[in-house]
């Protein structure tokens, strides 16, 4: 199983069901075959006396496209063929039978030889029943230069929400049609895939990236290559620009709207790296409406990405802007240079001086242990990789090399141990990185504030131990660094020899080679197999500090 399906011939009817399940709206009985969805308020003998009706559709597989957009203010229903296939002219009748009053009822519909043929043939038996209808066919793709029938692809989002914003506003059928159509004119739209589409039950095709793709799986005009976002925007925006130009002779000063739409399968993280691009490419300054990045028009789950631009001006600002219930619609956002503010740092700067007093003894030692880490990073990574990510030695070195630059800097001050203590729980917070980074941070930070209060050393390292396990949720025995620190301040607390807390920190460390049940860190979702005989990195990194500390000279 490779995805999250059932049976391929009932995809579509569980997702049309689960719409209708969790909308308003109202479903054509499964019994007939049809596949319709309506407005559950819509009442065509009353709203259709007072505004057109506006109708969409055609293959399933590009949600929420189209069943998403049903809602006040854009679509009065929607009909859905097959994957990728165009739904029967029954099934379009059928929904204008259901929605069209005497206001009329228009149809918008992607240029695809299918959906053209089945809803133009349902618009003229509509009509011979004496119902108004007309069709408005959206051909926005750009990616075949003069092609003849340019497809309708994710520019037909926009057209919807004109068409049902001028609905909502009960302005005639016959202008809602000139103005849909007059948008259709203005509309480019360009799509990239680095992955087409598979359909549910069967194996995944492999093609090369390419540019121009289509929304029902079609191969692209060309294969690309692109390195990275910004390239991949570049092959999309450099052919969209110039047919924006070629079509309506737009020039440098064009405000667009852009909208950016995902294909399919593209990361939330994807989609905000392309959307700097597209920004960036396009000037800041030169959109004045993003609408996305989200998934609007998709093709399953390719993965890629459209644009579409169209020149911004204030009565399309207002219908795209306007409200809708329609969930499928993720909005209209002016774009605008980012405010920024002056983050409050000075703190960060308090324990840290410049020309801090030096306390030769103390800075020796503190120089020892700064040795230790780095001689120890690979075999704590090395222990880290049995148990975690295998980054711990690593982690524990960029943190000593945080105080060892402190150091030779004259920026840590040595002689007051508040004042060390803080110090290297700023640096530890700020350069370290990770829980362990944090963590220690904690450990010193708290231990400063005890020894502040006219604490001693071994008091205000039980308060910075008690804080760390409260921040950090462990306790001894659960394979982390306090099973060596725990025993080695307890030692401290009795007092015992700096080379007793040593002893108790390397026994507690090897004793964690026993323990294969951890219950804190990466370490708990290890199998208890891989955790025999290993000793915790953190303990390790612990025992071995102490080692240097208990052997640097006074």
């Not at 719409?19 to 003998?45: C, E, H, K, M, N």
């Amino acid at each position: 199983m490779e995805r999250f399906y059932n049976a391929a011939a009932d995809v579509v009817d569980d997702t049309l069901q689960t719409a209708a399940a969790t909308a308003p709206l109202r479903i054509a009985d499964p019994q007939s075959g049809l596949r319709v969805l309506i407005r559950r308020d819509w009442d065509r003998a009353d709203h259709g006396a007072r505004q057109v009706a506006v109708l969409s559709g055609g293959g399933a597989g590009h949600e929420p496209a189209h069943a998403g957009y049903i809602g006040d203010g854009m679509l009065t229903g929607a009909i859905s063929g097959n994957l990728f296939a165009s739904p029967s002219v029954e099934a379009v009748l059928a929904a204008i039978r259901e929605v069209c009053g005497t206001a009329g009822c228009l149809l918008v519909v992607k240029n695809y030889t299918g959906d053209r043929l089945n809803f133009g043939l349902a618009a003229e038996r509509a009509r011979s029943e004496d119902l108004n209808v007309a069709m408005v066919i959206v051909a926005d793709d750009v990616a075949i230069h003069d092609a003849p029938q340019p497809r309708g692809i994710a520019g037909t989002v926009l057209v919807h929400k004109l068409a049902g914003y001028l609905a909502s506003r009960q302005v005639p059928l016959d202008e809602i049609r000139t103005q849909a159509e007059s948008l259709c004119k203005r509309i480019g739209s360009l799509g990239m895939a680095l992955r087409p589409a598979t359909q549910p039950g069967q194996s995944a095709v492999m093609r090369s990236p390419e540019l121009g793709i289509g929304i029902h799986n079609e191969t692209g005009t060309r294969e690309v290559t692109p390195g990275s976002a910004e390239d991949a925007m570049t092959e999309v925006l450099t052919p969209l620009r110039n047919a924006m130009r070629d079509r309506g002779g737009h020039d440098g000063d064009t405000r667009w709207i852009a909208m950016l739409n995902d294909l399919g399968s593209c990361s939330t993280q994807e989609m905000g790296v392309l959307a700097a691009s597209l920004l960036r490419q396009l000037g800041q300054a030169s959109v004045s409406h993003l609408i996305g990045p989200a998934p609007l028009m998709t093709s399953l789950d390719m993965h890629g990405f459209s644009v579409t631009l169209v020149p911004a001006d204030d009565a399309l600002i207002e219908a795209l802007a306007a409200p809708t219930t329609a969930p499928g619609w993720c909005g209209l956002k002016p774009v605008v240079a980012p405010t920024t503010f002056t983050p409050d740092t000075h703190r960060e700067s308090e324990a840290l001086s410049e020309s801090a007093p030096q306390n030769p003894a103390v800075t020796a030692r503190v120089k020892a242990a700064i040795t230790a880490l780095r001689e120890a990073r690979d075999t704590l990574d090395a222990l880290d990789a049995k148990s975690g990510d295998g980054d711990a030695g690593t982690s524990m070195a960029s943190g000593a090399d945080s105080i060892a630059a402190a150091l030779d800097a004259r920026r840590l001050d040595t002689q007051a141990l508040p004042s060390l203590f803080a110090g290297i729980g700023q640096l530890l917070s700020r350069d370290m990185g990770g829980s362990s980074g944090v963590l220690l941070s904690i450990l010193f930070t708290a231990t400063s504030a005890g020894l502040a209060r006219g604490g001693d050393l071994p008091d205000a390292l039980v308060e910075g131990v008690a804080k760390l396990q409260a921040y950090g949720g462990a306790k001894p025995g659960d394979r982390t660094l306090l099973d060596a620190l725990v025993p080695a301040v307890e030692a401290l607390a009795r007092d015992e020899t700096l080379a007793d807390a040593a002893a108790a920190a390397r026994a507690g460390a090897d004793a964690t080679a026993e323990l294969t049940r951890a219950h804190a860190g990466r370490s708990a979702y290890v199998p208890e197999s891989a955790l025999a005989g290993v000793i915790d990195p953190g303990a390790e990194a612990v025992a071995r500090v102490l080692d240097a500390l208990a052997a640097a000279p006074r």
